[in-house]
């Protein structure tokens, strides 16, 4: 069974840091591209940040480039977002999907962690 965790949501201040993590099982993890996914309500899912099989090539919306990093440990099937300069606009349900942007995998993401930016 695939089985996508996220775990690492929570209210920080803004300009506050977060780190989300990913454990997932069921399937080979270094197989796939991985991304983390933003619920945009209104607006539909933002692909906030995608990674490679092998962690050297990433995306990022233009929203969170330069604030936001993805990275992945293959070894323990865990996929990262480190958070930084939080932002009120950032507030959202973050969800770790397999699959891209380009190419999404809609059978297997997580329930999402809450991360609230606020003052």
């Known amino acids: 069974e695939v089985q996508l965790v996220e775990s690492g949501g929570g209210m920080v201040q803004p300009g506050g840091s977060l780190r989300l993590s990913c454990v997932t099982s069921?399937?080979?993890?270094?197989?796939?591209?991985m991304s983390w996914v933003r619920r945009a309500p209104g607006t539909g899912p933002e692909w906030v940040a995608v990674i490679n099989p092998g962690g050297h090539s990433t995306y990022y919306s233009e929203s969170v480039k330069g604030r936001f990093t993805i990275s992945r440990d293959n070894a323990k099937n865990t996929l990262y977002l480190e958070m930084n300069d939080l932002k009120p606009e950032d507030t959202d349900v973050y969800l770790c999907?397999?699959?891209?942007?380009?190419?999404?995998?809609?059978?297997?993401w997580g329930p999402g962690t809450q991360v609230t930016v606020s003052s």
């Open positions: 999907m397999r699959g891209s942007n380009l190419h999404p995998d809609f059978s297997a």
């Open positions: 069921g399937f080979t993890f270094s197989n796939y591209d």
